[in-house]
């Protein structure tokens, strides 16, 4: 009997036994099959890709990179529906500098007889600035209106549509104190470096033409007309003249508001066709437009060669019986 109740409770403890080293072995299992689970699950933590949507404007003191909304062929819309307007103020900034990664006549990525108005529209909604629509006889056209913080300069962009392809693009900026216009105001100048005088001619060579229009007593103004038709643009630098020495006026090109007009180059446009404010001037014959070779006596080469230069600040002497 004795013999009987020992191997039966050595059975039990060598079972208990067993049973304990089972359940000691099981965590070890469990922490094998998930490991393929758990990097794969950690690799993409999508939390933190959402974490913020918006980037933060103080981390933005050097220049931001914001090629998420450089308009293409098909724009990415990524901004929010509505920007404050210190982000508005950066994004503006940004496209001024590198135009969207395109040249003249494109426009922040939308080409003249290429672009839809639609894609263009659905662009400027991603900001929250809404279109002004006007129609004439032939085309409809839309203006988008922008600003810098202070706003301390003008800044408009018209977009011309025909059966739904914007063809014509005309900006328009200049710098201004809110009352009058500030002309020569180094904020401005900096801000719209890439479209003054120097920089249009070292990008885009010389062109075609340039003409000088002139009248509009008592201030006397001009518009320096540089005219590249082959390239599908014409440039106009518009100001007011300073006394110069006797019989002259001085046409100063680093001192003006500037307006673009872009249309595609397979269109080939006279002056006469482009449809300009200054080109209401032309049946007042002390407007002209003038060549620049009567208006000075300069050629185009010699023009190229003074006004390429970096920070050149020359002014033209005009005679002022041309006014």
């Known amino acids: 009997m004795k013999t009987d109740?020992?191997?039966?409770?050595?059975?039990?403890?060598?079972?208990?036994?067993?049973?304990?080293?089972?359940?000691?072995?099981?965590?070890?299992?469990?922490?094998?099959?998930?490991?393929?689970?758990?990097?794969?699950?950690?690799?993409?933590?999508?939390?933190?890709?959402?974490?913020?949507?918006?980037?933060?404007?103080?981390?933005?003191?050097?220049?931001?990179?914001?090629?998420?909304?450089?308009?293409?062929?098909t724009p990415t819309v990524t901004p929010a529906p509505t920007l404050m307007a210190e982000e508005q103020h950066i994004l503006v900034s940004n496209m001024l500098q590198d135009n969207g990664g395109c040249q003249l006549p494109c426009w922040w990525g939308f080409t003249p007889g290429q672009t839809s108005w639609q894609m263009a529209k659905r662009f400027f909604d991603s900001w929250g600035k809404e279109a002004e629509q006007y129609h004439d006889a032939h085309t409809t056209n839309y203006t988008i209106y922008l600003h810098n913080l202070d706003r301390k300069y003008f800044y408009r962009q018209i977009y011309y549509e025909e059966e739904g392809k914007i063809v014509l693009i005309v900006i328009n900026a200049g710098p201004t104190d809110g009352i009058g216009y500030t002309y020569g105001d180094p904020q401005f100048a900096e801000i719209w470096k890439p479209y003054m005088l120097p920089e249009i001619l070292e990008v885009y060579g010389l062109p075609s033409q340039v003409f000088l229009g002139t009248g509009g007593a008592p201030w006397l103004p001009f518009d320096l007309l540089l005219f590249y038709p082959d390239k599908g643009f014409l440039v106009q630098y518009s100001g007011v003249t300073e006394e110069g020495n006797s019989g002259l006026?001085?046409?100063?090109?680093?001192?003006?508001?500037?307006?673009?007009?872009?249309?595609?180059?397979?269109?080939?446009?006279?002056?006469?066709?482009?449809?300009?404010?200054?080109?209401?001037?032309?049946?007042?014959?002390?407007?002209?437009?003038?060549s620049l070779g009567k208006a000075t006596g300069m050629s185009i080469e010699q023009f190229y060669q003074i006004f390429v230069q970096p920070e050149h600040q020359t002014c033209l002497e005009v005679p002022a019986d041309l006014w």
């Open 249 to 290: 006026r001085q046409v100063c090109p680093h001192r003006v508001e500037i307006a673009l007009y872009l249309w595609s180059p397979r269109s080939y446009m006279n002056l006469e066709d482009v449809p300009s404010v200054v080109i209401a001037h032309a049946d007042d014959e002390k407007w002209g437009p003038y």
């Open 5 to 73: 109740i020992a191997q039966r409770y050595t059975v039990g403890a060598l079972l208990a036994l067993l049973a304990y080293l089972m359940g000691c072995s099981a965590p070890f299992d469990l922490t094998v099959s998930p490991t393929t689970d758990l990097l794969s699950a950690t690799a993409t933590p999508v939390s933190m890709v959402h974490s913020s949507p918006t980037p933060r404007l103080e981390q933005s003191t050097v220049t931001p990179t914001l090629r998420a909304i450089h308009p293409t062929s």
